[in-house]
Structure formats: C-alpha cells, structure tokens
C-alpha cells in the first residue's frame, strides 16, 4: 500500500482519483489548490503526488518546484495542457511523468505502478548494501 497525494481543484476528478486508487489498495489524501498542496505535503509522508497544472493560488510549476527543493518523490503531472512547452517545463523539473486530460484509469494506474516499482526497487537495493569495517 502507498500514499498519494492527489492535487486537483476538480472535484469529480479528485474523487474519481480517490475512489480508483483506494480500490487499488492505495492511501489517498487531497488538495484542491496549490498552497493547500503545500500544507498536505508538509504533513504527510507521501510516495507519490498526482499534480494538476491549473490551480487556484499556486499552480503545479510552482508546487513542483517547492516540493522539488524537499524531496525527489515521484511527481505525474496529470493536468489539460497538452503543449509541448508545458511538458518540456514539467520535465525539467524533474516529473517522473505527464498525463493529459481526459485519460484512462487503467493507463494512469499501470504508470503509478511502474513508477513505484522502479522506486521500491532503489530502495531494495539500498537496503541490501553493507559496509564491513
């Protein structure tokens, strides 16, 4: 089981997302605006974080850039702008992945997966490395 961190200001998005991820064994927390996703993110241990672009307050540059500076947690950016410019910027901000608008849940969560795996595989072995001496 993981935590993820759903950023999303729609809300029939946000509790499709719930909903789905739960079913898929998964802890979920919310926040449907950009400093909100700030707060939740402080105060929480989080395996992955669901970004939407547009968002009230601060938009999902802005949240990734912030939670860039703390953490190298997985960020999917799940979001309508579809242009290269958004995704080249997302990039460069080091997301794991970018998914538009409308997308399959089935997709989106065989890439959570793939992403965790790859994840929980880094620190399997790191855990199975010893220093003698």
């Not at 997302?17 to 241990?45: I, P, R, Y």
């Not at 242009?83 to 409308?102: A, H, M, N, V, W």
């Amino acid at each position: 089981m993981y935590r993820i961190l759903i950023v999303e200001d729609d809300v029939d998005i946000s509790e499709l997302l719930q909903s789905w991820l739960t079913e898929a064994g998964h802890q979920t927390a919310e926040a449907e605006d950009g400093l909100k996703a700030l707060e939740v993110f402080e105060s929480g241990q989080f395996d992955l974080v669901l970004l939407d672009l547009m968002l009230p307050r601060l938009d999902g540059f802005g949240v990734c850039e912030w939670i860039r500076k703390k953490s190298n947690i997985p960020i999917v950016m799940l979001t309508a702008l579809d242009g290269e410019e958004e995704q080249l910027r997302g990039y460069d901000l080091r997301i794991d992945d970018y998914i538009t608008k409308p997308f399959s849940m089935e997709e989106l969560t065989f890439r959570i997966e793939a992403i965790l795996r790859r994840v929980r595989g880094k620190k399997n072995k790191e855990s199975n490395i010893y220093k003698i001496g």
